[in-house]
């Protein structure tokens, strides 16, 4: 999973990727942006390596972006700067609360150049399928349908609108999926706050754009992160810091896109998985490796629940909670999961 980490300049954009990820931002990056990981917070996955012991522990991992700063005042670069987030599977816009800015203007900024870097994209496109139709080539009627697909789409950006709510017809997804268009990704606002006194009249108006909000003190969690770990509860508690906002987003990013995880694990390593919730067996494989999901005979799947509940696999097999499921089976979060496969 990637989440791209937008903003204008000054929103506090660089501080709340480092807080994420740990990674100070780069200065000699600035004009490029820069990729950072952070490791995502799982109970179960602590308490299965405490159970295991294996000799390698490879917790989930999600990729992080972090974008050029947008320009407020000239967007005729803000295109080009989000180019580097179109394979992001979710935006997290970070909007400073500040004195004197208007978070609710800087949401509906952010959409209007999303919009406008699709536009780009598609119009790009139509004007050399428009050139190309006119020829006398032999796919002059593939070129045309491919026109046809995308002069509704580019017809909704010229309007203004996002394509959140667009219907993509089977030609219409075959044609931009090259594109990875940004106003078709799910949307998160990090509202960046000076302390821990959070305006929930700001909150609610950002809310009501039609996006999911995690509003929080991140500049201040930062400077608190950077103390001996002995002096951060004293700190934080002093402050009025609660649950990490850290925590707080990476939850929210996986409501926003669907995501679960799934393990396998034995003696040699335990390893958690990202997955689209809804996915299959046969996917879940292939997110371990591509020649399990070739080869793909059944899964042996249990509750990673049932085994910390019950202590281990033998006495979850006893309680008859293992399960062999084949390659329709729709993975659920928590499985634990064995693949069985020839290739």
């Not at 506090?12 to 990727?17: A, C, L, N, Q, R």
């Not at 942006?33 to 996955?45: H, K, L, M, N, S």
């Not at 308490?47 to 989930?60: C, G, H, N």
């Not at 974008?67 to 803000?78: A, E, K, M, Y």
């Amino acid at each position: 999973m990637r989440i791209g980490i937008v903003g204008y300049q000054g929103s506090g954009k660089s501080t709340v990727f480092e807080l994420l990820t740990g990674v100070k931002p780069d200065p000699s990056k600035h004009h490029v942006g820069q990729v950072g990981i952070t490791v995502v917070a799982d109970e179960r996955f602590d308490k299965l390596v405490a159970l295991y012991k294996p000799k390698k522990e490879t917790p989930a991992r999600i990729e992080l972006f972090d974008t050029p700063g947008l320009d407020r005042r000239d967007q005729s670069q803000n295109a080009q700067r989000l180019g580097i987030i179109r394979e992001a599977t979710v935006l997290a816009q970070v909007v400073g609360a500040f004195s004197g800015g208007d978070p609710v203007a800087e949401v509906r900024d952010f959409v209007t150049d999303m919009v406008l870097a699709d536009l780009q994209v598609v119009n790009n496109r139509v004007d050399r399928l428009k050139k190309d139709v006119t020829k006398p080539v032999p796919n002059r009627v593939q070129i045309q349908e491919e026109l046809d697909s995308l002069l509704p789409i580019a017809a909704k950006l010229e309007g203004g609108e996002t394509l959140h709510d667009f219907k993509f017809n089977e030609a219409q997804e075959k044609s931009t999926k090259s594109f990875s268009l940004l106003s078709r990704k799910r949307h998160l606002v990090l509202l960046n706050t000076t302390d821990s006194n959070i305006d929930a009249k700001v909150v609610a108006a950002v809310e009501a754009l039609g996006n999911p909000v995690v509003a929080g003190p991140y500049g201040l969690e930062l400077e608190v992160a950077a103390l001996p770990e002995e002096d951060r509860a004293i700190f934080a508690e002093e402050m009025g810091l609660g649950e990490s906002s850290r925590i707080r987003v990476l939850r929210a990013v996986f409501e926003l896109t669907g995501y679960l995880t799934f393990y396998t694990c034995d003696e040699k390593e335990v390893h958690a998985w990202l997955l689209k919730q809804g996915s299959n067996a046969v996917e879940a494989a292939g997110t371990i490796h591509t020649d399990l999901a070739r080869g793909f005979i059944r899964a042996d799947v249990m509750s990673t629940d049932d085994l910390l509940r019950l202590g281990s696999e033998r006495e979850v097999k006893a309680a008859g909670l293992h399960r062999t499921e084949g390659k329709d089976y729709i993975v659920r979060d928590g499985d634990e999961i064995v693949v069985k496969f020839s290739v």
